[in-house]
């Protein structure tokens, strides 16, 4: 992003003297966190250290001789296919030996400078063709440019044109923003290794706000009660009047005390947040849901937007003053506003019909100035969705007509209606998509590389790791710059495997394997150090949580800032447990959480096969919460020659039907069942006598609806086996208080009617 540096960076530890007054304000001379002394004065300077200059005390230091470094380590390998970084490989050792500019090549240094902020020519996509892209960039480039000046007259006619109420309400400056604060922090040798040890201490806890069950805690400071209602909330200016107008066009009007404000307040914190208690808008929670996806909306487009107002900032200080202020864009701080690559937002979504919800979204709550085109978006409603969109009076509309068709296959369907919501569109969970920013187009199925934000399924990105890994020519290095992952739906990508998130997050703020046109002297430090992953929030949301997504969160998730969760006491599930039928609960021992599954299969075989192997009567259900406790108890059912049919994921259509039938008409005694066939497919088996819940399922509505499967039944009966490891789904169906009780206590049978 950005004018590309002709002249390489030279010895950071010196500072011209022709440098400019007004760039000479908070600079920071850059340093590797190994090197300890400046190299020796170039020419061009006056012989005095950045740090002896700024108290006006000279002295001379010695050269100390040491191995590269990562930076010198990433130049040397993006040289080996770049003679302008190879020259600059060798200008830097140069530079370190003692030697002066004058030993160069003359042509070593005097590059012109070039446009490189959207060329897009990457090596690493599959996508979209990269002809005609270097051409595109330099118009849009140009463009900002010269309009940089018109859009701060532009921000400052719009403080006139708000409300006197709202006067106070402006946009943060730039220097006190949150975003760059995050950014322009320095991290220690001691916070680094203290974030490496992934060890957290929640210091604080503070009540949810409309959620008289539910509390926030977090490590560190407090930060909740510190928002700052006269700074616009940290928004930019633009986006902050937008979103306020949008919100009072819907009927909102207390704006401070919004869900979704609250919520944007603690995305901007930029600390690591998990957020799962969130009523999804399938089950009935389209005002929550819509809260929190507009609260990261915002968070992801204000990052995007302040991230290219200091880029664009920057290009136009460096085209007025390509001479005088070299040697300051050399060493200096201030001019450091690039990543790897210029993807800097990615949001994992489990559908594409959610995935066209958030876009669309996404375009209603960009200002009208950034969205005078809206590229692709034909396409876009095609792939993801049906029809185009093109007010929100028209989405509404359409709204509504889907919410009636929904509400009449309701009556006609046997199907839950959160079943029909979720599943009734666009199912697709295989999906990737590049969305790009310029000043006045939001252009959609962008190159990767060229994209601000990038919006996928696991599966799909997981896909294009694993091309990379086989073809030679691909790469996922747009992956290595991600500073806001938002993972929404979670629960939901659980059903389809966890796994994938975690092996998309490892991909995350690597070192690239090309350079991908990017101005290696715009790098932030703590790019070329390796630190980016301890500057990434991460953002998970969805409505429970498991010990996958917990472990995600202790774990892969390590941003400096913090760590922020959501705890909360839940009621239950057992009231909607419309029969009369005894509910009893066993529990196993376990002495680890590895040990559970073992234990958990050993108790079933000892204590609870033998009482249904010889039984006459039929009718009995197993059910199974994991894939992996799917195939071990088949396997374990055809050691003992069982009668048994099975009703899983993979199960072929006819097997499913044949299955059901068997089963209902007795000639299998056992039906293996589980929680993701049910998820996918909400079967209502019939003839079912004895259930048996091997697991306790996940999602806390999926154990009412599988109990309620005994209505008919004569001699009904409920066993459910858990451990002290299931605390979390214990919890969430027979509430927080017994789930305690039950773990805890020295009986190990408990019964509920």
Known sequence: MGKRLGRKRGARGLKGTNTPAKYDTSKRVRRRTEEKVASSPSPSSSGESSDEQSSGVASEEEVVYKEPSMYDNLLFTLGTGSESLANAYKRRRRDEEGRSDSEEDINGGSESLTVSEEEDNEEGTDDESARGHASESIMEQSEDAETEDDNEASDTDQMHDLDVDDQSAVGASESTSSFTSHVGHKLSKEEVDNLTRRKWKYNWEMPAFDMSSCKWMGTGESFLKDVNTSSGYDLKLKLYKHWLENYKTSGGNDFHSSKQRLFFSLCNSYRDILYCNKKPFYLKGQEEDSCIMDAYIMHALNHIFRTGDLVTKNDSKVAKHQETVKEEILTGDSFLDHGFTRPKVLILLPLASIALRVVKRLIQLTPSSSKVNVEHIDRFSDEFGTGVVEDDQEQNELFQKVQDYENSKVQKSSKPSDFQVLFGANNNDHFMIGIKFTRRTIKLYSDFYSSDMIIASPLGLITKIGEAEVEKEKDV???????????????????????????????????????????????????????????????????????????????????????????????????????????????????????????????????????????????????????????????????????????????????????????????????????RAHFYHRYKIRGIQNLIIYSLPERKEFYPEIVNMLEGSHNMTCTVLFSRFDQFRLERIVGSGPAKRMVASEKNVFVFC
């Open 477 to 675: 290095d747009y992956l290595s710059s991600i500073e806001v992952l938002v993972i929404d739906h979670a629960d939901v990508i659980s059903m389809q495997n966890w796994s994938h998130v975690n092996s998309v997050v490892e991909q995350l703020n690597r070192i690239p394997s090309k350079q991908h046109g990017t101005d290696i002297m715009r790098i932030r430090q703590w790019y070329l150090d390796g630190h980016a992953q301890f500057y990434r929030q991460t953002i998970i949301l969805g409505s429970y949580l498991n010990p996958d997504m917990n472990a995600s969160f202790n774990h892969h998730c390590v941003n400096y800032q913090g760590k922020v969760k959501l705890v909360c006491e839940y009621k239950g599930a057992l009231a909607k447990v419309l029969l009369q039928v005894r509910q009893i609960y066993e529990r196993f021992d376990a002495d680890s959480v590895v040990d559970s599954d073992d234990a958990r299969f050993e108790y079933f075989t000892t204590k609870v096969f033998p009482k249904i192997k010889d039984s006459i009567q039929g009718g009995i259900m197993l059910f199974v919460s994991s894939y992996f406790e799917y195939v071990r108890i088949r396997n374990f059912l055809k050691s003992q020659n069982s009668s048994f049919c099975l009703l899983g994921e993979y199960t072929k259509q006819s097997d499913i039907s044949r299955a059901r039938v068997w089963f209902f008409e007795g000639k299998r005694k056992i039906m293996l069942y589980t929680e």
